[in-house]
Nanobody
Framework: QVQLVESGGGLVQAGGSLRLSCAASGRTFSSYAMGWFRQAPGKEREFVAAISGSGGTIRNADSVKGRFTISRDNAKSAVDLQMNSLKPEDTAVYYC???????????????WGQGTHVTVSS
């Protein structure tokens, strides 16, 4: 069982930055791939970025490449999402998720946080 708690969301102007953090419970954090997803109002949840358990493999959605960076600290059981050059279309609820395998599909993840709101104003 893994419990996930996101933090770091908020309101930011276009072009600004935010850093989201996800704290995980449990002693087997390094065995889980971690992903970030987002869901904008009226839209389906979409993949943002994912990182393997060791941190050696990373996947990013095309829409965030060059702007967002996912990282993890297994000693702290945490995964972060550094978001730069934010755009209004990045506005969404951001969720972190844990799964046994690195994947871009949300149904491959078993555990989810409650989400944190990110609003980017133009």
């Amino acid at each position: 069982q893994v419990q996930l708690v996101e933090s770091g969301g908020g309101l930011v102007q276009a072009g600004g930055s935010l850093r989201l953090s996800c704290a995980a419970s449990g002693r087997t954090f390094s065995s889980y791939a971690m992903g970030w997803f987002r869901q904008a109002p009226g839209k389906e949840r979409e993949f943002v970025a994912a990182i393997s358990g060791s941190g050696g493999t990373i996947r990013n959605a095309d829409s965030v490449k060059g702007r967002f960076t996912i990282s993890r600290d297994n000693a702290k059981s945490a995964v972060d999402l550094q978001m730069n050059s934010l755009k209004p279309e990045d506005t969404a609820v951001y969720y972190c998720a844990a799964g046994m395998y690195l994947a871009t599909m949300s149904n491959r993840y078993n555990y989810w946080g409650q989400g944190t709101h990110v609003t980017v104003s133009s």
